[in-house]
């Protein structure tokens, strides 16, 4: 009877990416909107021929045109944490703001859905950021964020204009971004302004006196809305990365995955898991299986040779250390190579050093997956948007190619929950930067307990908090103090402190208030909990296949603290708690450990020759978590 091996490689990314259908063309409808009634949302998502998409700025109430339908106005509304609409697939979708009983109004541009996202993929709405909005406005991409280039300088304007519309409804502070309302009176009230606003008043500046009879914009300075629209350009890089080994060879399908090869035959295939946080910091690890794979004997366990050295050699950790923009939030290129490195050895460094993102989701590595994830026919002119990597080991030379799917997306954080300086008025008490101890049980009870403290940030990003006295098993701290901007060690004990995840999103209803969270420690600093995954929401694949053919996988849910005891209560007396999901209902929160997971794999398939750490890292695979608020920590008033 065979083994049964888990395949430790994310499915969520790969199913999106191959899950696509076409698109369509289509014309844009020029109207003169002499005062327009609208309707809400476009279409509905579930329409086979609906492309439904999201506003990162989270207003309801923003018009929209739809290029494909000639009769009908639309306007976004919220859905939960998102700012929804839909249009045909492949439309251009034409943004404005306008009353129904004015015919003055603020042309936003046209943007082209099939330039963001040339397929309708179920459940995986486009994104449409103000920079894209911007870009329609202007014509041009922007190149950097600064006030000289032209679709940045539109961008801040745009959010220049939210930001005071959320000063006169009271709905968030200058700097935090919030769900706003454009409503029908409001709208109509544009009627006391002299003329329309377009590009061109946004690029001489001469909105803010257009538009002071409807909305006084000198509340919200031109600093302060630049900020916030460098914050929305992070927001849509906080994402999980995932790459994998996987690999179909057939008539119809050539996935390749993340693998390569070194001039001397020798072959390499890994998996990959990255985070990007709302600074816009990177880090994570990849699992690499590197060698000549053996193709005869008991240890085959694919027709494609390098898979097989998924049970003939153990694997190797490569770590990322916290790197700013991996993918360029503007281009969507990979313009800077991404590095990790190997702990054992130093000189052993892989890179990824080129690849494009497309529709937002997935860097292709090979011509299949371009074709597929862009419904072109033929190969790219540029084919530097292939994603790219190169590494030297052990005095070899290797390259390949890597198919990166990025999931997850993160939203903005409701100010009833995510309650910082930033977001509460004088008198009011916060929350956040929230200390904590994380408690991580292990499945195999032959390992003790380990405690690692961590801080939520008021940007809403999670680091460590490592005290001055750690042990093996206990990693937190006695101590709530800050960190070094610079060296990132802590102000008052001088401990190095470590990047390690972020927040989605923010929920609150009456019974839950939180905050869902995802990390990944990867540093040997962490010991026994070094290569924990928290949080991504992934799903992990099982071999060989039932008689059926069916491929059982196993998911790995969501994580989110509960805040509910801090929010209502307003005092630290009955602590929090953080648990999973499952549906409507509370499960354990739980961790995977894709590093022990892996050599879980050569283990099984030789047990004769795995070596003692061998053993004892697999034992890391899984466990819970549980946590408890430091003694130092405390509720402050702003």
Partial sequence: MKNKFILPFALTGLVTALSGCGGESAVIHEDPNKGIATSTNGCLPSAEKCQSFVVDYPIEGLNFDCSSDQKNHFITEMVQNVAIGGCGVGDKVNFYIQGSETSKKIALGSVDLSK??????????????????????????????????????????????FQAIAVVEDTNLVGDVQPIELSKKFKNDLSKIETSIDVANFLDGSYVNILKPWLDLTPVNETAAQQVAVQLINLSNVNVYTANFLAVSGANVDLGGFFGASPSGKEAIANLYLLTTRQGYTTGYAVQWMGTPITTGEQVISSIARINLLTQVSPNKLNADAQLHWINPLSKRVTEPFKLHSVDNLSDNLEIFQGTLFNGTTIPGTEFMYKRITGDTKPPLDSSVYGKWRQTSAGEQFTGSIDVYKTNPATYLDKRVFQTINTVKTGQQYIFPLYANLVFSFEDKTIPKMK???????????????????????????????????????TATGVQQYRIGTTGAANYDNSDKSLTLRMILSNPVFGNLDGVLVGLNESLMFLPQTGSGEVPSFTSGGVRMNLQNLIVDKSTAHGINITGWNGQFATEAEWGNMQAISQSIFNTANKDKANQAQLDLAKRASGTINIELPSCYTLKTK
């Fill in 452 to 490: 690692l403290g961590i801080v939520v940030d008021e940007n809403g990003d999670i680091r460590t908090n490592i005290g001055a006295d750690a042990t093996s098993t206990d990693l937190s701290s006695t101590v709530c103090s800050d960190v070094n901007p610079i060296t990132y060690k802590d």
């Fill in 116 to 161: 963001l996202n040339s397929l309708k993929v179920t459940g995986q709405p486009t994104q449409i950021g103000l920079i894209d909005i911007a870009t329609g406005m202007t014509g041009k991409v922007p190149a950097s964020m600064s006030m000289n280039d032209d679709t940045f300088k539109v961008m801040v304007g745009l959010t220049r204009i």
